[in-house]
C-alpha cells in the first residue's frame, strides 16, 4: 500500500516562513518525480514545484520562483518544500503527488500516480 504523509502546514502572517514535508511508504523515491501540488477555494489544482528525484533537476510555478524551493533527503524518502515569503494568496491545501517515471518534470496532475491526503496552509494579511 502506498501512503504520502504531508505535514508542516499551519497559520502564519504574511511574510512568514514554512517547510512542508512529504514522507513516502510503500514507494521509494528513487526512481520518480515528485511533485507539490495546491489547490486555493475555487481553483484548479495546481503544480507549483517538482523534482526528479535522481538528477535533482526542479520545476518552479511563476508564482512560486524566488520564494520556495524544492529538496529531498534520499536516506530518509522524503521530500521538502520551503515556503519564504508568504502572500494570502498561497493560501490552499498542498498535496504531495508522485510520478511513477523518471523520464521528465510535468505539470499536469493527471501525469501523476499517488496522492497524499493535503495539509492546510493559510496566510493573513
Known amino acids: 500500500q502506498v501512503q504520502l504523509v504531508e505535514s508542516g502546514g499551519g497559520l502564519v502572517q504574511a511574510g512568514g516562513s514554512l517547510r512542508l514535508s512529504c514522507a513516502a511508504s510503500g514507494v521509494t523515491f528513487s526512481y520518480y518525480v515528485v511533485g507539490w501540488f495546491r489547490q486555493a477555494p475555487g481553483k484548479e489544482r495546481e503544480l507549483v514545484a517538482a523534482?526528479?528525484?535522481?538528477?535533482?533537476?526542479?520545476y518552479y510555478a511563476d508564482s512560486a520562483k524566488g520564494r520556495f524551493t524544492i529538496s529531498r533527503d534520499n536516506a530518509k524518502n522524503t521530500v521538502y518544500l520551503q515556503m519564504n515569503n508568504l502572500k494570502p494568496e498561497d493560501t490552499a491545501v498542498y498535496y504531495c503527488?508522485?510520478?511513477?517515471?523518471?523520464?521528465?518534470?510535468?505539470?499536469?496532475?493527471?501525469?501523476?500516480?499517488?496522492w497524499g491526503q493535503g495539509t492546510q496552509v493559510t496566510v493573513s494579511s
Open positions: 503527488a508522485v510520478r511513477s517515471s523518471a523520464s521528465y518534470l510535468t505539470s499536469n496532475p493527471l501525469h501523476y500516480d499517488y
Open positions: 523534482i526528479r528525484w535522481m538528477s535533482g533537476n526542479t
